[in-house]
């Protein structure tokens, strides 16, 4: 990279007044040092505090140099990228850094200045000591900014990397657990159905039916979290209303613990060919989200409206409560798998419904404003 700004070269025939200039900032070099010196800002902490004194003099060895010939930027560059790699090494603050380097640039102004030079013949002097700076502080700092650069996105890649770790180990680790837990899980509910058909009467059968029923929905939902069960599921034609029977009453004592009003309004000639474990399972999600939502509104009006059209060959659902709005900006996020606001969500609620809607080729997405928010499920209607 070349520094463009350029200042006319000193011809050999008038160097006598740059000479006097350089005799008397040598013969003066202790003061102004010292000078210079006093006024940097130094950090205790810092680890190359005892190299700034020597970087500082060799810059000055360049800008007397620089009054006899022009200083190429190679030269320039090898003691700036030195400097740069100090300052980011030490951790410090790029500011300090220029300051510093100004303060060394006014006191050698200051010096040359009192050299007993003409100010005619002064400026040209003056000109080429800030040109020399200029540069100077331009390498310096673009490389600065450059290693900050790459040590920031070695840092990130560092932490994308060891969250991706954990997630997958997490994923990993709560699978194996859950599809140990699927088997004993299928066999406890076979026998309940025995003891009902052999004790039709026999007390809690339902509270315990209801109760190992909800466990298979979590067990089912983290394996599909994990994309374990990619195994190709049975299809069968759903009547979307005999679905949301089978849900509603799935979800009654849910529904009941929210004191929410249902009311559906659902088109008698919808039907869809799909895995029907799977819609239900997205179906639910979503209404014990807005059930959890609503459980946050205060006034006693807590309402979910469940609607189903179809148009052409679309079943389109749409599942409404009046409960608090969902914020513009993580109305994509939520969808993100262990994306949650509760205190007992693992958040991979959404990220299901997603996968699962796509891969019945259709879209699922959320509306919300003060008053009600809606997500609203497209499939075709032969998934
Ligand atoms: N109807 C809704 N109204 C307001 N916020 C919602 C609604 N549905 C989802 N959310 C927000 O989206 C987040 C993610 O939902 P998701 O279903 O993925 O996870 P979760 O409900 O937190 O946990 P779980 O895995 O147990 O379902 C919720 O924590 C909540 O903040
Ligand atoms: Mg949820």
Redesign the pocket.
Known sequence: MKVVKKVNSVSGSKHSVEERVIKFLEESEEDFLALWLENVILDDDDIFKDRVRKNGFQMYQLAKKSLLQTISDEELIELAHKVAKERVLSKSNIGEFVFNMNIGRSTLIKYVNKSGVSIQDLQPIIDRINDHFDRYCFLAVTRYTELKDIEINEKMLFVNQSHNDRLSLLGQMSSSFVHEFRNPLTSVMGFMKLLKNEYPNLKYMDTIEHELDQLKFRIT?FLHASRLESAEKNQEEIHVESLFDDIISFLYPSIVDGDVNVSTKIEPNCKIIAVRDEIKQVLV??I???I??LKQKNSRERNLWICCVKTDHTISFTIT?N??K?PEEIRET??EPF????S????????VCKSIIEKHRGTIY?E?DQHQ?S?VIRLPENA
């Open positions: 939902q999600n979503i014990l989200n807005s959890d939502a409560n409960g608090p969902i939520i969808f994306y949650t606001t509760k007992f969500g693992t958040g991979i609620g959404l990220f959320c919300s928010t997500f």
